[in-house]
């Protein structure tokens, strides 16, 4: 085993908020050495002093992961599981510097218009102290009407009953090789419990857990909105998330109970030789309303498909997915909709745009289990192609075990038609511009469920894909 | 040579099949011309010839503005090179909303020179213009949030076109089939706009079935087309034959071209 020890990395002083930084209390910097077995998850489990029954999910998952068989369907995974760090503990100094961000990457902060602190937090290199004040009255407030908004790491920590009650229920270890690993060496991203009846009416962020841990390649997420609570919860940001490690799977897990209301949005922006593998899943009860707005650009190959399951009557799901499918990139995404009781009703938009060769899928699935009588699924889904060179697929499976049923499939896929360039170019616009408006009219949809600065980025995002895509 | 847009000996291909065969017009700004003549005759072709739909293969001959080859342009250099062209079936672009359709196209027309990326006609001003042409136009304010001839009926396509032709303000319009799809009101209306809009400024090509539009913008020329060319030219009165009498003296008098054109209207209503 090899354990790298550093001297603690000196920080700079930035004003009193120093005071406040834990990062630093870090007496080191710990690599786990490539490859994973039980050794390395036992040391990851170690190093987070975990309590015994955790240490145990770890292991029995890992058990789990290496008895599955790698998915023989969606994209084409080439990888190496032992050629992997599967954790690196996160320090200001953890290894990575500024410069060794990729030039593109760095282009589209610099396009975004993306402050320099805030660039080098969303590369992974930096950990930004300016938000901890903001953080911490945030906290505050929330946790003034019993809302608990942590990372997950903590959240083993300071409230292990929760957890215990939830963590790898709606999601088991079982359910897939990726779901398996996921738990086997997960670490941080976001715990949330919204109590019964507080309704938070801004949008958390995961901006704010950024503090506590860098985003990890393997980050765990649960969500407990408790009955006729409300919560909107945006992952990262819209800005590009970048690693040199080639490995992201994530497991997000979300229970609404009754009358509740989730929001979950995310806009993920990956360097283009990653593998972005991750598991969402939520759990409606009665009347409660789930609603998945996912975004997938960059990646070398996204397999992500957030589900619905909902579980009693009146229960609604609604998801939103969007990918975006450039130059040696798949993006095999969808959505899932499972009807289990009667009265529940769902909805699925998804639009996929492939360019310079790109390839994107459409994977969805609906079923209505037997009982569920009076259930509705509508789903949309649409695909733009851009160029001759790029390919759109379609895979819906639709499952129904019920007859008073009412499920609506719709797919469309269009080129961008010569006829509406030539409309907008006699117009005045150049081609670049008249693509770029094509596609920004083709999300719409999409964008006009976002906040507004998350529409406006990702509208800049947008732009930033189809530069240079034509002419 | 300025201020005309000089059409020689155009000839025009679809998908390898001629369709103009040695077009000559000239066109100068202030002036209105009427391009009249039977369905299949190529009047279309013409205005799509000239704005450089990437379909219509200019075989030979030339077409100039101010003695600029305007075949050497994409469509949108010819737009800001000052050619408009209102479509008889305008494209649907859904999800980009009219305003911001039009304030990228205005500030281009008017900036010919504007790299991309550079600002737009500022938001305040655009909208203050964009307002008086609709009041103009009779349009309701809705109109500038709704996504681009989308879910538009054919009214509202033909008026959405003469807005823009407002906005945009070109030396040379082409105005193809623009009264088709409206009803009697509507046509005084667009007739009426487009005369106020033009002025003494633009030089403007109608090409219609309808001499009602041919009333508020009295033609300085009328041209008969049959066949790929020009067979015929004359006053306001050569429109106004055409409308009551229809084509049969000129099908007498161009047997050649007639039997063309029979031929193309032919395999467009079998195709």
């Known amino acids: 085993m090899s354990t790298d020890v550093a001297t603690p990395i000196e920080q700079p002083v930035i004003g009193e908020i120093n005071k406040y930084d834990f990062i630093t209390q870090t007496t080191g910097v710990f690599k786990a050495r490539k490859g994973l077995d039980r050794e390395v998850v036992e040391q990851i489990s170690a190093l987070k002093n975990e309590p015994d029954w955790m240490r145990k999910f770890r292991l029995d998952s890992l058990d789990i992961f290496e008895s599955k068989p790698m998915p023989n369907w969606g994209g084409n995974i080439k990888l190496d599981f032992q050629d992997v760090y599967y954790y690196l503990k996160p320090t200001d100094g953890q290894g990575k510097t500024w410069d060794d961000v990729p030039q593109e990457i760095k282009d589209t902060f610099d396009k975004l218009g993306i402050p320099e602190a805030e660039r080098k937090f969303l590369a992974g290199v930096k950990a930004q102290f300016e938000s901890e004040v903001v953080y911490g009255s945030l906290q505050e407030d929330l946790a003034k009407k019993g809302v608990i908004f942590t990372d997950t790491d903590t959240a083993v920590r300071e409230h292990p009953e929760l957890l215990r009650e939830y963590f790898g229920k709606i999601i088991p270890p079982e359910d897939n090789k990726f779901a398996a690993l996921n738990s086997a060496v997960w670490s941080g991203g976001s715990f949330i419990y919204v109590p019964p009846g507080v309704k938070i009416d801004f949008p958390l962020q995961a901006y704010f857990r950024i503090n506590a841990e860098s985003m990890g390649q393997f980050e765990r997420t649960l969500i407990i909105v408790d009955e006729g609570a409300e919560v909107h919860y945006v992952e990262g940001c819209t800005a590009p998330m970048y690693s040199t490690e080639s490995l992201h799977s994530a497991v997000v897990e979300i229970m609404v109970k009754k009358n509740g209301r989730c929001r979950y949005t995310t806009i993920q922006n990956w360097a283009n030789n990653i593998y972005n593998l991750v598991t969402k899943r939520a759990m409606a009860y009665e009347n409660a309303l789930m609603e998945w707005i996912d975004g997938n650009l960059g990646s070398q190959l996204t397999m992500k498909y957030p589900a619905v399951y909902m579980m009693e009557p009146g229960a609604r799901g609604e998801i939103l997915s969007i990918a975006f499918a450039s130059k040696g990139q798949h993006q095999d995404a969808g959505a899932k909709l499972v009807h289990c009781a009667p009265n529940t009703s769902g909805r699925i938009i998804s639009k996929s745009i492939s360019k310079n060769g790109g390839r994107s899928s459409y994977r969805g699935l609906c079923k209505v289990e037997d009982g569920a009588i009076n259930s509705k699924s509508n789903v949309v889904c649409d695909a733009l192609i851009l160029d001759p060179d ?48 094509i596609v920004s009219g083709f999300i719409e949809p999409l964008i006009k469920e976002l906040p507004m600065e998350y529409a406006v980025e990702m509208n800049r995002l947008i732009e930033l894909q189809m530069e240079g895509s034509v002419g | 040579m300025s201020e005309t847009l000089k059409i020689t000996d155009l000839h025009v291909a679809v998908e390898g099949k001629p369709i103009l065969r040695g077009v000559n017009l000239t066109i100068q700004r202030g002036e209105t011309h009427a391009l009249m003549g039977p369905n299949g005759s190529g009047k279309s072709t013409l205005g799509n010839a000239i704005m ?17 080859d305007l075949l050497e342009m994409d469509a949108s250099e010819r737009a800001r090179a000052g050619v408009f062209m209102a479509f008889q079936r305008p494209m649907s672009i859904p999800g980009v909303k009219m305003a911001d359709f039009l304030r990228h196209a205005a500030t281009n027309v008017r900036n010919p020179n504007r790299k991309e990326g550079e600002d737009l006609i500022p938001m305040r001003e655009f909208r203050r213009e964009l307002k008086d042409k609709m009041s103009q136009l009779r349009m309701d304010e809705e109109f500038a949030r709704r ?7 054919g009214g509202e396509m033909k008026r959405a076109e003469i807005l823009q032709l407002a906005m945009l303000r070109p030396k040379f319009a082409i105005l193809d089939e623009t009264d088709s799809g409206l009803d009697v009101d509507a046509v005084k209306l667009a007739s009426q706009s487009i005369a106020e809009i033009g002025g003494a400024e633009m030089g403007i090509l109608i090409i219609t079935h309808h001499d009602k539009l041919l009333e508020n913008n009295t033609p300085n020329f009328t041209h008969v087309m049959m066949g790929g060319r020009i067979v015929e030219t004359g006053g306001v009165e050569l429109a106004r034959e055409l409308y009551t009498e229809g084509y049969d003296r000129i099908r007498a008098a161009y047997p050649e071209a007639a039997a063309l054109d029979a031929e193309l209207s032919e395999e467009q209503a079998t195709a």
């Open chain 2, 52 to 68: 450089g739909h990437p379909s219509y293969e200019v075989t030979g001959g030339s077409i100039e503005i101010d003695g600029a």
């Open chain 2, 147 to 153: 996504y681009v001839n989308d879910g538009f009926s």
């Open chain 1, 390 to 437: 790029s390919r759109s697929d379609t895979y819906p499976y639709i499952e129904v075990e019920e007859q008073q049923v009412q499920i609506e499939h719709e797919a469309s896929v269009s080129r961008i038609g010569e006829e509406q360039l030539f409309y907008l170019m006699s117009r005045g616009l150049t081609e670049a511009e008249a693509s770029s408006m």
